[in-house]
């Protein structure tokens, strides 16, 4: 029987990340996806044009009409938004118990500018965090959410472990964007550490890497792999999708989510 995984994100018109990405990557990891849109984005490659807001009662409903449908057995978060949006999603989400939440915060674009608004912020730290079953914030995002400055590994899994302390049952702080001929994420998971460590792929601007990764968790999550399985999965399918990707617009360069599931565990 086909597995059913569900993102809660924004909507990318350019395809490259949110809502888009997340539905590419599930289909590639052969679950059925199903979505709840927080956000309009009028974007492409070169950047966004602008943003229209998603009212809370109409996440409400689409929530709504998913959990009354659908057996989901996995799920994402995204690009939330606001603070009533997250407020609605966690309290739908409390109630309705999921096992395998996947909580990308999306607070930090890649300029470094800030996504959310301070209330916005401590929404995520207090209603998300606590329901992930695993939360993956890259440095910036982790840095916010922990407190803690950081600067190498070392700092990583004091992060980590600090989200962990939060409520988090895991933590994958995604270290890309420390530089490096390599890039290492830290997953803490209990009281245990590990690091996934994968080849840095040259491109372009890559749009789209942190939606990709935290929907492929969830894919294998519903699958029924565990979580460092997942993880594992989910990162050379990134890997393997930035390598292989090619430039569909004049700006920055999606991922190539035409790279199907058994291609990636077939070279395992």
């Known amino acids: 029987m086909i597995r059913i995984a569900l993102t809660i994100a924004g909507s990318d018109s350019g395809g490259g990340a949110g809502i888009q990405a997340d539905l590419k990557t599930f289909a590639a990891f052969g679950v059925f996806g199903t979505s709840v849109i927080t956000a309009l984005t009028a974007q492409n490659t070169l950047g966004v044009r602008a943003i229209a807001e998603v009212q809370p009662a109409f996440v409400r409903a689409q929530l709504d009409a998913i959990s009354e449908d659908f057996a989901v057995a996995g ?4 690009m939330l938004a606001r603070r009533v949006i997250i407020e609605a999603v966690a309290t739908h989400l409390r109630n309705g118990r999921l096992r395998n939440l996947v909580v990308d915060p999306v607070m930090v674009a890649a300029s470094g500018d800030l996504l959310l608004t301070p209330d916005a912020v401590d929404a995520m730290r207090d209603l998300m965090v606590p329901m992930a079953a695993v939360l993956t914030p890259n440095v ?3 840095e916010i959410l922990s407190g803690v400055a950081i600067k190498d590994i070392t700092t990583m899994h004091l992060a ?3 989200m962990v302390d939060m409520g988090a049952r895991a933590v994958l702080v995604k270290g890309g964007r420390l530089g490096g ?5 830290v997953l803490c998971h209990g009281n245990a550490i590990r690091e996934f460590i994968a080849p840095r792929v040259a491109a372009n601007r890559p749009h789209g890497t942190g939606c990709t ?7 294998e999550l519903a699958r029924g792999s565990q979580l460092e399985d997942a993880i594992q999965t989910a990162k050379l399918y990134v890997t393997r999708a930035l390598a292989t990707a090619e430039r569909v617009g004049h700006g920055a360069t999606p ?3 035409l790279i199907r599931r058994e291609e990636i565990t077939e070279r395992r």
Do not use: F, P, Q, V
Not at 181 to 185: F, K, L, P, R, W
Not at 213 to 219: F, H, M, Y
């Open 255 to 257: 991922l190539n989510h």
């Open 75 to 78: 799920a994402k978060t995204g």
């Open 181 to 185: 001929a390599t890039s290492i994420d």
């Open 160 to 162: 980590a472990r600090t």
């Open 140 to 142: 910036r995002e982790a």
């Open 213 to 219: 990764l935290s929907a492929a968790i969830a894919a």
